[in-house]
């Protein structure tokens, strides 16, 4: 038994395998971001009107399709927390993962879990649209969570460099970022404003669907102006970091597709499916962003490379 314990606290997993778990992880919270956009918009909230089984006394879902699609979403958040509780436990063994890296593995497994009473409150009253918001905003930060946990197990593979961007710089990408969730928040609440909020609530919303466009809108170009700035940064220093630029460049791009789904969206009367490619890219984007505040602050050893 003591050899057994011995061999328990010397155990170290390598950095690749601790990488690919991490960015499964990542990937996996970003699918139940998808997966329970689709309840929301379809109003398969309470198509499992119980909990955690679908029905009452039957776990489950035997009625419409809603119910398949609440229960399906169920089933991947059992996965994901599964997979951030593997996380947590890999980066206490995994070797030159930062202090900061194992406690955030460790908040995406709280946060994780704490998903769970969550949804049953937001079944329990009848999906009340706070709630319903509160449930998407928090996957939204469990999912930055596990993204920086990401660039991490990266670095600790790679290798790191010192930051390539003075400190205001990599304090103005943090701003990004904020400002990057408020435009999620506007978002949920756009949403709720809408023909799908996802809840049962009869009477009016949350507010006016346009004055939510529009202050989602206003949120939208206020981001655009900080991220061009640390555009123009990048770009005028392009020989320091050309592939960190790349980067930033390919979160621009898709900065520009979700804008592009989002104004065709709008003016086709929002059909749920269009929404959801709208959501889809917009936490894709939080990926990015998030990723890029992360890699400005302990950017990978590849990054600082020249290209010829």
Known sequence: MTEIASRV?????????????????????????????????????????????????????????????????????????????????AALRAPGLPRYARRSALAVFVGTLAQAPLGYLTVRFDLNPYLVISHFLLSA???????????????????????????????????????????LVSGTIATAAGPHPGDSFKGDRLWRLQEAVFSHAVGTAIFGVSFAFLLGYLVSRRSQSPRLLALALGVLALVGVQITIGGIQYHARLPWWLVLMHVATAAAVWIGVVALAALFRRPLASLAARVN
């Open 9 to 89: 606290r010397t155990f170290e997993l390598s950095p690749a395998l601790f990488r690919t778990l991490a960015v499964a992880t990542t990937a996996a919270l970003y699918l139940i971001i998808v997966t329970g956009t689709t309840v929301r918009l379809t109003s398969s909230g309470l198509g499992c009107e119980s909990w955690p089984g679908c029905q009452e006394g039957r776990p489950f879902p035997e009625k419409d399709y809603h119910s398949f699609i609440e229960f399906g979403n169920r089933l991947v958040g059992g996965v994901v927390i599964v997979a951030t509780l593997l996380t947590a436990l």
């Open 141 to 183: 930060v469990v999912l930055a969570g596990a993204v920086v946990v990401a660039v991490a197990a990266l670095g600790a593979e790679r290798g790191t460099v010192p930051p390539l961007v003075p400190r205001e710089l990599r304090i103005a990408a943090l701003a990004a970022a904020v400002g990057c969730f408020v435009l």
